[in-house]
């Protein structure tokens, strides 16, 4: 799957929810490899912001993400919506310190990503992969996020609130697509009894009955009830009972639970990478979901790519045979089992290191360890198998090495390991000249790394 971005960029206008002030937020298209970024317009210098866990600053009633003194807040609406919608690298430009809350679901933006349409790039997706359970409680509150190992992304959300109108509620996606019809309007939700103590903080100055739901479920004086509505700038309500005091009914009897789905694919959008698995999330909110992606990021940061998922049950894309027709190495040299990925700029590779390797005899007989410029060899190879699937008749074709750099070896490879090679092209192939990157991987760990050039020459 390859990179998405906007085909150009789109403008939305509307309230700041904490500060009240009219925000404007332009969404723009951005190179490979770019992500997510929030740019300040209305500051010397426009300083960028990227949107990554690590930069989360604050939780309280939205997601703030900081640089410095510079921050920018109440961007998970968006982020989801970006997120839903598969682009992987947008520019948003705020002239605020908060992006709109416009009706305080992902809606509206959703639509405008969709009349803008998408643009394909040529960089692949580089997808975050659940490999085993990925757990976080939150004893204080009672909160817990659970991530399991799936091959789609999925979320499943339960929330409790100590209320006669809102306690047990569940809501679920099954698939990233339901995200349009049942998770998008989904509209963030606010007690009548917090409102007065958020306001007195500095917070949702903006809010009002057309960006949230308002939840009354606490007897409250009609005086007590107007002296808020002053407080907001809002019109004054009258309340003949508990429930939701909106204008505008609810869009699913659970849009509350629905909408803390949404903020999940917001905050978990904080990773810098689509993710494969599913969600299980109990009393969920921003505290919980950025703790999680932030510790998803660390994990990232300790290996810039995960090893590759390896299902020996499916049938490889080369197997050994075909391999020997491309390749002119043969025993003791070809240290290519099978081919069981390839796109159009890398390719995966699996060798299986027995005990009957010949270079054990020697290295170390004792303690048999596979030598390192074995393994160098073992991911040129691979590489050479990406560089002949780009030309005609390969079988014709061999390549050689020019340059290895940056090679590192991280941890020994002994007899029952299962070697995984992951090989890129680090830049475009030109004139017969290949640059690649090279990783090793045994299970979960990276061995080895290195960068090489090779060129690829026609046999006479």
């Known amino acids: 799957m390859k990179q998405l971005t906007l085909s150009k960029p789109f403008t939305l206008t509307g309230k700041g929810l904490h500060t009240g002030a009219m925000v404007e937020a332009t969404v723009m298209p951005a190179p490979e490899g770019h992500g997510y970024k929030f740019q300040r317009t209305d500051l010397e210098g426009e300083p960028v912001i990227d949107a990554l866990a690590e930069n989360v600053v604050s939780t309280q009633r939205g997601t703030v993400i900081a640089r410095g003194e510079i921050s920018v807040s109440t961007i998970e609406h968006l982020m989801a919506a970006l997120y839903a919608s598969g682009v992987d690298n947008a520019l948003i430009r705020v002239n605020a310190p908060e992006v709109p809350i416009l009706d305080g679901s992902s809606k509206l933006w959703l639509e405008a990503i969709n009349a803008t349409g998408l643009t394909e790039q040529k960089a692949e997706k580089d997808f975050y992969v659940v490999k085993h359970k990925i757990e976080l409680a939150d004893e204080a509150t009672g909160s817990k996020i659970l991530i399991l190992p799936d091959d789609e992304f999925s979320v499943e959300v339960k929330v409790n609130f100590e209320s006669p109108v809102l306690s047990n509620q569940y809501a679920s996606m099954e698939h990233i697509n339901e995200f349009e019809t049942e998770i998008a309007g989904a509209r963030t939700f606010v007690f009548v009894r917090e409102i007065e103590p958020l306001v007195r903080a500095g917070y949702i100055k903006g809010g009002d009955l057309d960006n949230a739901i308002v939840i009354y479920d606490s007897p409250l004086s009609q005086e007590s009830l107007d002296k808020i509505a002053d407080t907001m700038g809002v019109e004054h309500h009258t309340v003949d009972g508990f429930g939701y005091i909106n204008p505008k009914p609810l869009a699913h009897d659970n849009e509350p639970a629905r909408h803390k789905l949404l903020d999940i694919i917001g ?31 660390r994990d990232i940061k300790r290996q810039d790519i995960q090893a590759p998922v ?12 075909s391999i020997r027709e491309h390749l002119p190495h043969r025993y003791p040299f070809l240290l290519v089992d099978k081919i069981i990925d390839k796109g159009d700029n890398y390719i995966v590779g699996v060798k299986n290191v027995t005990t009957n390797e010949p270079f054990f005899l020697g290295h170390f007989p004792q303690e048999p360890v596979m030598p390192g410029v074995l393994l160098v060899e073992a991911m040129a ?3 050479g198998l990406l560089v002949l699937s780009t030309v005609d008749e390969p079988e014709r074709y061999s390549t050689y090495f020019m340059k290895i750099d940056n090679v590192k070896f991280r941890q020994k490879v002994v007899p029952g390991d299962t070697l995984i090679f992951h090989v890129s092209f680090m830049t475009e192939l030109r004139r017969g000249m290949a640059v690649m990157k090279g990783r090793a991987f045994v299970g979960d760990k990276i061995v080895t790394e290195c960068e090489f050039m090779a060129q690829i020459i026609k046999n006479k």
Request: aromatic share 2%.
């Open 310 to 321: 390896y299902n020996p049950n499916i049938a490889p894309l080369m197997d050994n045979n």
């Open 381 to 383: 190879q691979t590489g």
């Open 267 to 297: 905050d978990i959008a904080l990773i810098g990478r689509p993710l494969k698995g599913k969600i299980i999330a109990t009393k969920p909110g921003h505290g919980i979901n950025t703790r999680m992606a932030k510790d998803i990021r």
